[in-house]
């Protein structure tokens, strides 16, 4: 049986979803979503995506997939094709007894996960903030939304957002 991969991704409403390898909005309401998603969960991010978080998360298996064959930082599985990410992802969540293996960016892991993904656990940002980093277009019928939850602008949240389940249609 092969892990399903499933996609976390915070998207304002430009598709932008980060600028200068910064993320642009502080919503600790989507912090807590992303940790409840990736918890105990091996997770497929870029170099880059790394290194703006800068340590390995806790509570899961950090996969770093990077064309630098020079790279290495403590802690995590250091890969250099999607084919190896995905196969150390299905390895390590076999281990875990993770039900799926998270993708959590960014722009260019984005796209080489969506063909594969069973579900998007999309967070809309309502803001349209200047970025160099966009979410790629995907097929959007290839999916249906399971869920929808709008939240207002809050104390801890700097813009009003929606958690969009989608999962991929059979």
Known sequence: M????ILVVAVAENGVIGRDNQLLWRIKTDLGRFRRLTMGKPMIMG????QSI???LPGRET???TRDAGFVAEGVHVVHTWE???AKGGELAARMGADAVAVAGGAEIY???LPQVQSIFLTRVQATPEGDALF????RSQFRE???EDHPKGPDDEHPFTFIDLERRR
């Open 2 to 5: 092969t892990i399903p991969l």
């Open 47 to 50: 170099r880059k995506t790394f």
């Open 54 to 56: 800068g340590k390995p």
């Open 63 to 65: 996969i770093v997939l």
């Open 84 to 86: 190896e990410a995905v």
């Open 111 to 113: 796209a080489l996960a």
């Open 136 to 139: 790629p277009d995907f097929d």
């Open 146 to 148: 399971t869920r929808r």
